[in-house]
């Protein structure tokens, strides 16, 4: 009876310890517009389990290094609790940044980004005081912080306007899905797929992307860590 009650104890406190575990492990949001696949085992050629839609979130229980490259999306197998499944899935298509949700936050005339990108930060960030405002020749430049040491910069003349927004703790990848998840038609993510160019450093990893649009768009690791993604407009801003 003495060793049956030890054996009951040891199991209480491994699965205390699982919880736990798995209670700190960040929930990410699924943003591949198709869906996602959850599979038995880590690979595309392993027998799918189901597919979690898009805007889904899902609970990663363990990582690992099993780097894959699926469409130029760079990302690692990793293991997955969704609404009582489990299995594998490829984290290139999981952020854990928030998913543009609002009209503000999406475009409403075709490829034009600049506004969707400029209303998610001031709405999903923390701002840090009043902006500041620098003159530069014809330049107008300003600057937006954030408590989490993000920053959004707007430099505005006659001939351009530019937003920048730097983010923290995100992969490049993470940035592209969530630009690429602020158009609304089917036809237009479709056209910044196709005009997405996806550049390698020299370890072979996408540090750089480049979206020929009309309002061209630029996502790039800095060496800071931070990931900066710039849209350039040929209209002024205001």
Known sequence: MKNLMIILLCTLFSITLSAN????QPIHNVVAKSGLTMRMLPGTEHAAIKIIPFGEQVLIIESSENPDRIDWID?????????????????????????????????????????????????RLVAEGQPDTIHRGEVVK?????????????????????VQLYLNDIRVMDAYHLVQN?????????????QSVFI???????????????HPVYIKKLKNGQVRISILSSESGC
Do not use: C
């Open 182 to 194: 602020m158009l609304r038609e089917k036809k237009d993510i479709k056209t910044f797929q196709n």
């Open 142 to 162: 300003v600057i937006h912080r954030f408590e989490g040491g993000e920053k959004l910069v707007r430099s505005d003349n006659e001939d351009y306007y530019k």
């Open 21 to 24: 575990h798995i209670g700190e």
């Open 75 to 123: 990302g690692n197998w990793v293991l997955v609790a969704h609404d009582g499944d489990t299995g594998y899935v490829f984290d290139g298509f999981l952020s854990e940044l928030a998913i543009p949700f609002y009209d503000f936050e999406v475009s409403q005339f075709g490829l034009d980004l600049i506004y969707p990108l400029e209303s998610y930060a001031e709405y």
């Open 200 to 214: 390698q450093n020299k370890q072979g990893e996408i540090d750089h992307v480049r979206v020929k649009l009309d």
